[in-house]
């Protein structure tokens, strides 16, 4: 849907007050938690799971169910900025809807596209209302934490040491386009999870997960020593070739959790050295200062997944400079004129606040989506980080009850589900391959920067 007229809303209804763009004073809370609602009532529109005869958690055409995932994460983390509990109700509802059978974020109508990425998209999110003390299902329900250590477990036992000296692959089932690809969303997802579970447990295991994962990552050049993060690479060719484009959330997702490996390290040199070398690296998804996405905004060439990268790295610095505090002065500024730039896209649509994707434009670009609306909510509330008490742990205010042993049962076959019934439209599956590969193999792209 590209039907937008800039600024539409101000020029129509005769003398009624419409509010056109978003307005945003990064001086004023309520500016803040004003501008953030707009966004959040720009994305939620877009919803429809929770009508009559719909899928709880699921997005409508052409959103993929990881994007659902990281879209109610965006609302745990919506409601703990801001206190807005509007959208706990549809969040709740998602979030234990598409658990699965073994409560770990692995229901059977998703078998035929799900990779590790995906399921940890879910899993991130449960893991953040555990953090942000968001309130606990009823007892009978899966609990957050207890969500969170099962997607953990379930893909600690995929590791897999029978190419490339270990990884997590892409996918999780054989017959899946994609199973001979690790990719750096999955091994950072994991690595994610496991620093953020090791400092809310306190548990040493999940610490121990983060380092073999960080190394690994790093071995198999997937993370340059400049700290820049390519996109994945060929297991059959033993990880010996890179796909080299970058992507935001790359950067993101090892950010925060090199940030939670310092918090746990209670700062030790070798991770504050890291973490530092990420920020400075991902300084490729900003231009003056305003993110954008490198790879595919200029060229026009951003997918649905695409358009909403810049919310996970939004989302993940601002958690960064909480667990790692010397780094605000490094990445508060970038939240800072990001979330400026993304409330002055925000002009489009009929009623005049939807947000585009290209926040360097100064202006709305005709792009809007789930993607384009849920990053800026994200950059937006970002700059709320000191308004709040800060993401809990076991030990200190958590609230959330764990379960150490979930998700160990291993991946079963799934039932009822002939391969040969896949179709070629299944296996795009998380969208994240298919063309991104054929891009690499093109190779030599100006923003492929090595
Ligand atoms: C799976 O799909 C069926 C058919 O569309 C639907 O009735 C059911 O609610 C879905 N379950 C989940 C967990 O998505
Ligand atoms: C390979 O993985 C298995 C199972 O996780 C583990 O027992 C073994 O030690 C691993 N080998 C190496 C070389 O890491
Ligand atoms: C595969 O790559 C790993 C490092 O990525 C290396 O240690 C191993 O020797 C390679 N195996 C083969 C068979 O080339
Ligand atoms: C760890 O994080 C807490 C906030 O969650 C912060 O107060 C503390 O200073 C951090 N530790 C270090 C070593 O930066
Ligand atoms: C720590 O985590 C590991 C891995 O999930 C688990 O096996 C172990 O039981 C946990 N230890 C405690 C004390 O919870």
């Given at each position: 849907m590209h039907l937008f007229s800039r600024r539409a809303g101000a020029l129509s209804l005769l003398g009624m007050q419409v509010v056109s763009a978003i307005d945003l004073d990064l001086s004023s809370t309520d500016s803040i938690k004003a501008a953030a609602k707009t966004a959040a009532q720009g994305m939620v529109q877009y919803y429809t799971g929770n009508r009559p005869g719909d899928v709880p958690g699921n997005l409508p055409q052409?959103?993929?169910?990881?994007?659902?995932?990281?879209?109610?994460?965006?609302?745990?983390?919506?409601?703990y900025f801001t206190g807005d509990d509007t959208y706990n109700a549809i969040t709740n509802?998602?979030?234990?809807?598409?658990?699965?059978?073994?409560?770990?974020?692995?229901?059977?109508?998703?078998?035929?596209?799900?990779?590790?990425?995906?399921?940890?998209?879910?899993?991130?999110?449960?893991?953040?209302?555990?953090?942000?003390?968001?309130?606990?299902p009823p007892p009978d329900e899966p609990q957050w934490l207890a969500l969170a250590q099962a997607v953990f477990n379930s893909q600690a036992i995929r590791w897999d040491n029978t190419s490339c000296n270990g990884g997590l692959k892409w996918q999780i089932f054989t017959f899946n386009n994609g199973y001979n690809y690790k990719n750096t969303i999955s091994n950072g997802c994991f690595f994610n999870m496991a620093a953020r579970l090791a400092v809310y447990t306190g548990n040493t295991t999940y610490a121990e997960w983060a380092n073999k994962m960080y190394d690994w990552v790093s071995a198999v050049g997937l993370m340059s020593p400049t700290y820049q993060f390519f996109d994945g690479t060929d297991d059959t060719l033993n990880c010996s070739q890179l796909n080299h484009i970058q992507w935001s959330y790359n950067a993101g997702v090892f950010m925060l959790g090199a940030a939670n490996m310092y918090n746990f390290t209670n700062g030790e040199a070798i991770?504050?050295?890291?973490?530092?070398?990420?920020?400075?690296?991902?300084?490729?998804?900003?231009?003056?200062?305003?993110?954008?996405?490198?790879?595919?905004?200029?060229?026009?060439?951003?997918?649905v997944d695409q358009r909403s990268f810049k919310a996970y790295l939004a989302r993940w610095m601002a958690a960064t400079m909480v667990r790692a505090p010397f780094t605000r002065e490094l990445l508060l500024p970038l939240l800072q004129t990001s979330a400026r730039a993304a409330a002055q896209s925000c002009t489009g649509g009929s009623d005049g606040q939807q947000c585009g994707l290209q926040w360097t434009t100064g202006s709305f670009d005709g792009s809007v989506g789930v993607g384009e609306q849920m990053s800026a909510m994200e950059v937006i509330q970002s700059n709320l980080w000191d308004q709040v008490p800060g993401p809990v742990t076991a030990e200190r205010g958590g609230i959330s009850v764990g379960d150490p042993s979930a998700g160990?049962?291993?991946?079963?076959?799934?039932?009822?589900?002939?391969?040969?019934?896949?179709?070629?439209?299944?296996?795009?599956?998380?969208g994240f391959l298919t063309t991104m590969v054929l891009i690499g193999v093109i190779g030599g792209a100006w923003w492929m920067v090595a």
């Open positions: 052409p959103y993929y169910w990881w994007e659902a995932g990281a879209m109610f994460a965006a609302l745990v983390d919506y409601w509802q998602a979030l234990l809807f598409q658990v699965g059978p073994n409560n770990d974020y692995m229901p059977p109508n998703q078998t035929k596209t799900e990779g590790n990425d995906d399921q940890a998209f879910w899993g991130m999110a449960a893991l953040s209302a555990a953090e942000n003390r968001y309130p606990n991770w504050e050295e890291r973490l530092r070398g990420i920020i400075t690296g991902a300084g490729v998804f900003f231009n003056n200062n305003v993110m954008y996405e490198v790879a595919c905004e200029t060229n026009g060439k951003c997918n160990t049962g291993g991946d079963q076959s799934p039932v009822g589900l002939d391969p040969d019934d896949i179709t070629t439209g299944d296996r795009v599956g998380a």
